[in-house]
């Protein structure tokens, strides 16, 4: 990859639960956390706001068998992360099995050089792999940059399907099953 954050990166599954994907995950609570509040109050969040909330942000679900999660890595380095993405398995309210996307985040240095759609590309396969044809995701309406992302890979709007305090925006998109089925 050329641009902002260049150089090369594994894409892979990891462990949710390790050190250097809590920090990833902190990092991603944080920045999505001060975006609300300086849209809301015009200041980031408080170091108490994010102690009260990060722990609140269930992301147990992000592993075997109920999920997964992807991260991207630098080669030379398994605890120098600049990306993720979760996944989990569920079912509709008509009981299909759906996928949905969480906790997509790239770090801010590491924007512009095409690793959320790498990110977004992998998940992607893996529902695939998984025999789902649905991905859906819920988003906040300011986060334009991520709603952007979808868009451009062929999610659309769709009802609403949760009712989380931070959902304000529904995606999904159908996939293809993996080549040859």
Do not use: N, Q
Request: charge should be negative; include cysteine; glycine fraction near 10%.
């Amino acid at each position: 990859m050329t641009g902002a954050g260049a150089g090369p990166w594994v894409i892979e599954l990891a462990d949710v639960g390790t050190e250097a994907c809590e920090a990833l995950l902190r990092d991603y609570y944080v920045d999505v956390s001060d975006r609300w509040y300086r849209l809301r109050h015009g200041r980031d969040s408080t170091p108490e706001e994010v102690e009260h909330g990060f722990p609140r942000m269930r992301s147990d679900d992000l592993a075997p068998p109920t999920g997964e999660f992807v991260v991207a890595r630098r080669p030379d380095d398994p605890a120098a992360l600049g990306g993720c993405v979760g996944l989990r398995r569920l079912r509709d309210d008509g009981g299909r099995r759906v996928a949905e996307l969480r906790r997509m985040y790239v770090r801010p240095e590491h924007r512009g050089a095409g690793l959320a759609t790498a990110l977004l590309l992998c998940a992607e396969e893996i529902v695939r792999v998984w025999g789902v044809s649905t991905v859906r995701l819920d988003t906040r309406l300011d986060l334009v940059e991520a709603r952007a992302l979808y868009l451009r890979h062929g999610y659309v709007e769709v009802p609403a399907f949760s009712d989380g305090p931070y959902a304000e925006v529904w995606y999904a998109k159908d996939l293809a099953p993996p080549d040859g089925e």
